[in-house]
Every structure is written in C-alpha cells, then in structure tokens.
Nanobody
Framework: QVQLVESGGGLAQDGGSLRLLCAASGRPFSANVMAWFRQAPGGKQRDSVA?????????YYSTSVKGRFTISRDKDKNTVYLEMNKLKPEDTGVYYC??????????????????WGQGTQVTVSS
C-alpha cells in the first residue's frame, strides 16, 4: 500500500515562490510516474500540473506552468518536489500528489493514477 503526504502549501504573493513536497511510503516504494495535480477553487476536476518518471527523471509540464514550475524527485528519500516560482493568482488551488504504479497509456489525466495524497492548499494573492 502506497501512502502520499504533501506539505509546503500556503500563502504567497503574486510573483512569489513556494515549494511543495510529497513524501511517499510503502516498502519497497516504486512507481512509474509521480505527478502534481491542481484543483482550482470551485472546480470539480483535477488538472495535471507536472509529472516525472520515477526511474529516469524525465519531466512533463502543463503549458500554464512551463518555465515557472520545476518538478524533481529524490529516490533515496522517496520524495517528490514541486518548486513554484513566479506564482500567479490563477495558480491558486489545492495541489495533489499522485503516483502511477501500474502501467497506463498516459500521464496527464487523474484517472491514470493509482494513489493520491490528501492535498495541500496554495493561495496566491494579487
């Protein structure tokens, strides 16, 4: 059983920075892909923000965050990070960490992930 715990959310100003962490547990922990999703205020769906392959470290970003956010992972610590710079008010939402542990055809839809964290709130004020 995989458990994901996010931390690092909070309040930032427009143009500011925040760093999110996702600690994964489960022995031995292994995943195909780790990702961050965002659920906007009042939104029902979770949108892909960034993803990283656990083994090779290849990264993928949504158009809205490319160039501002950086996803990384530390395999020794079973931790995934999301460095968020140049934050905008539209980045506000609940950020979820997700793990894809079964082979799936894609990586950008929430239905393609097997485990989820509880979410952490990010609020960017203008």
């Amino acid at each position: 059983q995989v458990q994901l715990v996010e931390s690092g959310g909070g309040l930032a100003q427009d143009g500011g920075s925040l760093r999110l962490l996702c600690a994964a547990s489960g022995r031995p922990f292994s995943a195909n892909v780790m990702a961050w999703f965002r659920q906007a205020p009042g939104g029902k769906q979770r949108d892909s923000v960034a993803a990283i392959t656990w083994s090779g470290g290849s990264t993928y970003y949504s158009t809205s965050v490319k160039g501002r956010f950086t996803i990384s992972r530390d395999k020794d610590k079973n931790t995934v990070y999301l460095e968020m710079n140049k934050l905008k008010p539209e980045d506000t939402g609940v950020y979820y960490c997700a793990a894809q542990t079964k082979l799936r055809p894609g990586i950008d839809r929430d239905t393609e992930y097997d485990y989820w964290g509880q979410g952490t709130q990010v609020t960017v004020s203008s």
